[in-house]
């Protein structure tokens, strides 16, 4: 199951996804080391969700294959999942139940031990355990994004996806973000976002790749130096071509 | 013993939305009440004609309910985008699927708690027996396998609320003509010999619909 590729967090081949008509991912190749923060960068309708909603294994690809961490996520679905946390746009919570009986549920479902305390731990982290007997409907979008990062963070993952964290954040609690990936980056973990707050994640990243038209359009392993070289291909592209994906 | 305790704990936690929301329940036995009351209305209830033609009431009754319960069940899932969150886990897409039947059962079971007892003060026939509850137990069973799966098939497409049941009831025919036979046979007082064959055939459709919806509820899950 793990091959010579497991240094790689993500190594995508040839990668295609179409909606209907529609080409999102025109084969797109990708490498991405363990032990980064990889922004993805795009504008609208790059493929910057559709990857990820991919890495997370909600989209299937037309053709083309994915490995993460060695494993190929056709072939080893839950094991992928089981190292993988992901904040999807939607924080994907049960709006009638509260923060703690969501987090309880999802802990069951990843099969985690000593609930109480790591529900307590990470709720500290995400600056939520006031909130944790709310129920999400009561909460706003901030919060609600904020029990959707202590969902993902629970299991410890090796992988974190992050689909725009920052929106709905308050400035403090995008700090706090940044925090949990510095973090992260120090445990030899990897974060893979997107975002359209394009100066301030090639501060946080150590690698930015800009996807076009559903190929990787420009990659840089420095994005703090090569700022102006990746704002440029970001915003290069047709504004009239825009989409949602 | 991992994976009946998560299909434990999406059942478990469907049951408390509903106990919160009361959605599903309410309308599924609201709905076969009302069928019910209907049929006392249009049919001259004797005693002949109560065990003629009560069993076929009641399992309409229940059968068509039960569509409204399972629209509702899934497409909750759906509008929290919590389907997702479910398909994030690291369990495979068989165990999301037999926890979600789980709750349809459940949602189903209650309704018929209610109904059933209302059923027989309605149609005056006695039905608190052993034989009952294997047909109840069986029926929904069957219901919720089959619902599940087509409540997932057609939560996505926008004329759901009638896509269901022209997916649904073609389907359990089989299933809905066994329960309303074996209903007949206990009522008119026969051994559960004579409904053997039906209870029989009730058992098959189970096995069969768990394991082939299971199996295809994995392939429609994703884009």
């Known amino acids: 199951m793990v091959s010579q590729a497991t240094q790689l967090a993500v190594k995508a081949e040839a990668v295609v996804k179409n909606f209907g008509e ?26 910057k969700s559709t990857l990820l909603r991919i890495l997370a294994m909600l989209t299937q690809v037309d053709s083309g294959s994915i490995s993460m961490r060695g494993a190929d996520i056709a072939q080893h679905g839950p094991t992928v999942r089981s190292f993988t946390g992901s904040v999807l746009h939607s924080p994907m ?20 031990e000593n609930v109480d305390y790591l529900i307590a731990t990470i709720t500290a982290k995400v600056g939520i355990e006031p909130r944790l007997d709310h129920r999400i409907r009561t909460l706003s979008h901030g919060f609600q994004k904020r029990v959707a990062l202590a969902r993902a963070l629970m299991h410890a993952p090796q992988l ?3 689909d725009e964290p920052e929106s709905g954040l308050d400035s403090r609690s995008v700090a706090r973000l940044d925090q949990i990936i510095d973090e992260y980056r120090s445990q030899g973990r990897t974060v893979i976002m997107t975002t359209h707050i394009v100066e301030h994640a090639l501060e946080i990243a150590d690698r930015a790749v800009v996807l076009n038209n559903g190929t990787v359009g420009l990659t840089s392993t420095n994005p703090s130096q090569d700022k102006a070289e990746i704002i440029a291909a970001y915003t290069s592209r047709d504004e009239s071509e825009e989409g949602s994906y | 013993m991992g994976s009946l305790s998560i299909i434990w704990a999406i059942g478990r936690k469907d049951l408390l939305l509903e106990i919160r929301n009361k959605d599903v329940v309410v309308a599924v036995a ?16 004797n005693q002949d004609n109560a065990k003629l033609v009560g069993p076929g009431v009641l399992w309409a009754g229940i059968a068509f309910a039960g569509v409204t ?46 109904v059933i007892p209302v059923f027989a003060v309605l149609f005056n026939l006695v039905v608190f027996r052993w034989e009952m509850l294997a047909i109840v137990l069986l029926t929904t069973i069957g219901f919720s396998a089959v619902g599940t799966l087509f409540a997932a098939m057609s939560v996505r497409v926008r004329a759901r609320e009638v896509m269901l049941p022209l997916l649904f009831l073609p389907v359990v025919t089989p299933l809905l003509m066994a329960a309303v036979e074996s209903t007949s046979h206990m009522v008119y007082g026969r051994s559960w010999s004579d409904m053997a064959q039906w209870l029989q055939l009730a058992v098959a459709f189970d096995v069969a619909f768990v394991v082939i919806s299971a199996f295809i509820f994995q392939h429609i899950l994703e884009d």
Do not use: W
Request: proline share 2%; glycine share 10%; aromatic share 10%.
């Open chain 1, 22 to 47: 529609t080409a999102v991912l025109r084969g797109l190749n990708l490498e991405l080391p363990t032990g980064e923060v990889t922004v993805l960068l795009g504008t609208n309708g790059a493929g």
């Open chain 2, 69 to 114: 319960g399972l629209n509702r069940a899934f497409a909750l899932e759906v509008e929290g985008d919590t389907l997702e969150a479910l398909m994030l886990a690291p369990i495979s897409r068989d165990l999301i699927y037999l926890g979600k039947a789980l709750g349809n059962f459940l949602f189903i079971a209650i309704a018929q708690i209610i």
């Open chain 1, 160 to 162: 974190l996806l992050l």
């Open chain 2, 30 to 45: 609201g709905f076969a009440l009302l069928v019910l009351v209907i049929f006392t209305f249009a049919i001259d209830l």
């Open chain 1, 93 to 112: 919570l049960y709006g009638d139940m509260s923060v703690r009986e969501n987090l309880m549920f999802f802990a069951e479902l990843y099969r985690l």
